[in-house]
T-cell receptor, first 113, second 117 residues
Framework: AQSVSQHNHHVILSEAASLELGCNYSYGGTVNLFWYVQYPGQHLQLLLK??????LVKGIKGFEAEFIKSKFSFNLRKPSVQWSDTAEYFC???????????FGAGTTVTVRA | DAGVIQSPRHEVTEMGQEVTLRCKPISGHNSLFWYRQTMMRGLELLIYFNNNVPIDDSGMPEDRFSAKMPNASFSTLKIQPSEPRDSAVYFC??????WGWGHTEAFFGQGTRLTVV
């Protein structure tokens, strides 16, 4: 069975600080990996995704993530956050032949102006 | 495409009443998911369908919850009878699957905020 672990429950930082959110998964085969963002009061939206190829994935709004297969990790990064990045961030994973998309518990990010 | 469409956006009902939440997935998507989100429990997968067939309903909390997908363009999640602890935001999501390639990302609807008083 797949499982997704997000290390940080709540992160608070100031504008222009760098952000890194951890995500580890347990799955024995090839995986598809996703990061979603949920702004306050809104639905989940895709930030970026990894299927194959370059393990460094660029997403929207200046976010990127790196897939490290040996560490079963898919950490999300942004070099300089803005107040508008305040949101909840979810990591998700599934195997290519799995119907189920498994989400982590989410990390709440609060950016102080 | 208009995206995943859920209705209603907000529902307030009295305990004991039946509640029906509706979802129209993106055309061409063959997988559909129902999630529940609360502060206490986060995002929980309730049930998912593939080609209109329920694949796994192990996340459905109890028999008061039921879900159907009579055709590729419509799904319902029903709670009968409703209880205050069912208050949550319910999300529907859909995606497509390409053999030998995996799945696309899941696209989420705007959610239904359910309040049971």
């Amino acid at each position: 069975a797949q499982s997704v672990s997000q290390h940080n429950h709540h992160v608070i930082l100031s504008e222009a600080a760098s952000l890194e959110l951890g995500c580890n998964y347990s799955y024995g085969g090839t995986v598809n990996l996703f990061w979603y963002v949920q702004y306050p009061g809104q639905h989940l939206q895709l930030l970026l995704k990894y299927f194959s190829g370059d393990p460094l994935v660029k997403g929207i709004k200046g976010f990127e993530a790196e897939f490290i297969k040996s560490k079963f990790s898919f950490n999300l990064r942004k070099p300089s956050v803005q107040w508008s990045d305040t949101a909840e961030y979810f990591c998700a994973v599934n195997g290519p032949n799995d119907y189920k998309l498994s989400f982590g518990a989410g990390t709440t990010v609060t950016v102080r102006a | 495409d208009a995206g995943v469409i859920q209705s209603p956006r907000h529902e307030v009902t009295e305990m004991g009443q039946e509640v029906t939440l509706r979802c129209k997935p993106i055309s061409g998507h063959n997988s559909l998911f129902w999630y529940r989100q609360t502060m206490m429990r986060g995002l929980e997968l309730l049930i998912y369908f593939n080609n209109n067939v329920p694949i796994d309903d192990s996340g459905m909390p109890e028999d008061r919850f039921s879900a159907k997908m009579p055709n590729a363009s419509f799904s319902t999640l029903k709670i009968q009878p409703s209880e205050p602890r069912d208050s949550a935001v319910y999300f529907c999501a859909s995606r497509s699957r390409k053999w030998g390639w995996g799945h696309t990302e899941a696209f989420f609807g705007q959610g239904t905020r359910l309040t049971v008083v």
